[in-house]
């Protein structure tokens, strides 16, 4: 039972290049997010969708584009990296439960370094 | 902005020793959970808190939600080295988002 999947799990860019993080899950959940994880900062959500066709902004959207073409799949864009944007990125899913977001389950994350 | 401030931010402590790590807000939350993250992985729930006053215990672990449902806590009974981690609080608000804490950082050595 795979989860959550985040693909890559490292990647090094420069600043101004663009690139896009994939998440995966196969639990058939209805929310998807995506979250930064900053040196104590704890979580910050950027994007979140509560399904299919639809996206929403977080606490730090600034930068990002995502897309959530297929229930399951939700992807994160940077389109003209920062140094600021280097990070560990979280992808999580839930099944809403009692008029929130349910338990949330998060990938392994994905290291990204922009020079 | 809801907001919701962990302390300690680093804890060191020795087996066996007691800890309480604290989750504040100046905002309600509908509920709170809490979650447990070790190095390279994403955080896994411990438990879900919804009434204010709630204390749940999950083994040697104490959850405890404010009676104003602003704050809550987390006590851990003689730590192990196995309960090293990041532990992150997160509240449901006034939407269907999640709002982590700024966590902290538990080391417990033999």
């Known amino acids: 039972n795979a989860g959550v999947t985040q693909t890559p799990k490292f990647r090094v860019l420069k600043t101004g290049q663009s690139m896009t993080l994939l998440c995966a899950q196969d639990m058939n959940h209805e929310y998807m997010y995506w979250y930064r994880q900053d040196p104590g900062m704890g979580l910050r959500l950027i994007h979140y969708s509560v399904g299919e066709g639809t996206t929403a902004k977080g606490e730090v959207p600034d930068g990002y584009n995502v897309s959530r073409l297929k229930k399951q799949n939700f992807l994160l864009g940077l389109e003209s990296a920062a140094p600021s944007q280097t990070s560990v990125y979280f992808c999580?899913?839930?099944?809403?439960?009692?008029?929130?977001?349910?338990?949330?389950?998060f990938g392994e994350g994905s290291r990204l370094t922009v020079l | 902005t809801q907001l919701l401030e962990q302390s300690p931010q680093f804890l060191s402590i020795q087996e066996g020793e007691n800890l309480t790590v604290y989750c504040n807000s100046s905002s309600v939350f509908s509920s709170l959970q809490w979650y447990r993250q070790e190095p390279g992985e994403g955080p896994v729930l411990l438990v879900t808190?919804?009434?204010?006053?709630e204390v749940k215990k999950l083994k040697r672990l104490t959850f405890q939600f404010g009676d104003a449902r602003k704050d809550s806590s987390l006590h851990i009974t003689a730590a192990q080295t196995g309960d090293t981690g990041l532990y992150l609080c997160?509240?449901?608000?006034?939407?269907?988002?999640?709002?982590f804490g700024t966590g902290t950082r538990l080391q417990v050595f033999p």
């Open positions: 999580a899913s839930s099944y809403p439960r009692g008029g929130g977001p349910g338990e949330l389950f």
């Open positions: 997160a509240g449901v608000g006034n939407t269907d988002k999640l709002i």
């Open positions: 808190v919804v009434t204010g006053g």
